[in-house]
């Protein structure tokens, strides 16, 4: 049976989880609205933490809910990127699904300067956010406004890309400054593991999109033994 957890930061820099569901009930103001820790189902409670900001880890076996909050160091990511600005997020494994970059992105996306400004998530006047923001052309990834009140346009690739992002990104971006943009600057991102040397040759033509690489690290630290008294 699938294990569903919450994984909450602590005091010393670490993090520590529990079973969702009887966390849940021990923390009843965390609960989404609606919802009850006995009778609603663990995917529907799931769903419900997402909708609060939490991280969504899937696996076969566990499905980790990451409190809002948690740190780059709890979690060690680290984003390398093509205009020599690093995020405050060092390799040799990616994120298993392109959803998991983009929820961990959203949620700590103050924390990645663009073009040497930082972003938050665009909501709109209903309310809407800025993640898989529906638009006529498809949605996009990320949609965020920077302190000056540019918009960003995330296009996320969880391995390698190729140019077509550029593609994708173009249109999307022409969107934005046909509507919800008018008379603002528009920057694209692309995210991805590995960009190929093809996209760094097309956005030699398209100076207001950033290449980002992201790299994430897993690190395991030896405990001493108690010593004797």
């Given at each position: 049976m699938k294990k569903f957890s919450v994984v909450i930061a602590q005091d010393d820099g670490g993090s520590v989880s529990y079973p969702m569901k009887e966390w849940l009930r021990q923390h009843p103001e965390h609960m989404p609205?609606?919802?009850?820790?006995?009778?609603?189902?663990?995917?529907?409670?799931?769903?419900?933490?997402?909708?609060?900001?939490?991280?969504?880890?899937d696996s076969a076996l566990e499905t980790?809910?990451?409190?809002?909050?948690?740190?780059?160091?709890?979690?060690n990511l680290s984003i390398n990127t093509e205009d020599e600005t690093?995020?405050?997020?060092?390799?040799?494994?990616?994120?298993?699904?392109?959803?998991?970059?983009r929820d961990f992105l959203a949620q700590n996306i103050s924390a990645i300067p663009v073009?040497?400004?930082?972003?938050k998530l665009y909501?709109?006047?209903?309310?809407r956010d800025g993640i898989e923001f529906p638009t006529a052309v498809g949605p996009i990834d990320i949609l965020g406004v920077d302190e000056d009140g540019s918009f960003v346009v995330f296009e996320l690739k969880r391995a390698n890309t190729s140019d077509r992002a550029i593609g994708q990104l173009a249109r999307y971006i022409g969107w934005i400054k046909q509507t919800i943009g008018k008379g603002k600057d528009v920057r694209g991102v692309i995210v991805a593991g590995n960009i190929s040397e093809n996209l760094r040759y097309a956005t030699l033509a398209m100076p207001?999109?950033?290449?980002?690489?992201y790299e994430v690290s897993f690190k395991l630290n030896p405990v001493p033994p108690m010593q004797n008294v």
């Open positions: 609205s609606g919802l009850d820790a006995t009778l609603s189902t663990s995917h529907q409670l799931r769903n419900g933490l997402k909708k609060l900001g939490w991280l969504v880890q980790k809910l990451i409190m809002p909050g948690t740190t780059f160091e709890q979690v690093e995020g405050e997020f060092s390799s040799e494994t990616s994120f298993g699904l392109e959803y998991q970059l073009n040497g400004k930082r972003i909501v709109d006047p209903t309310g207001n999109v950033s290449l980002f690489e």
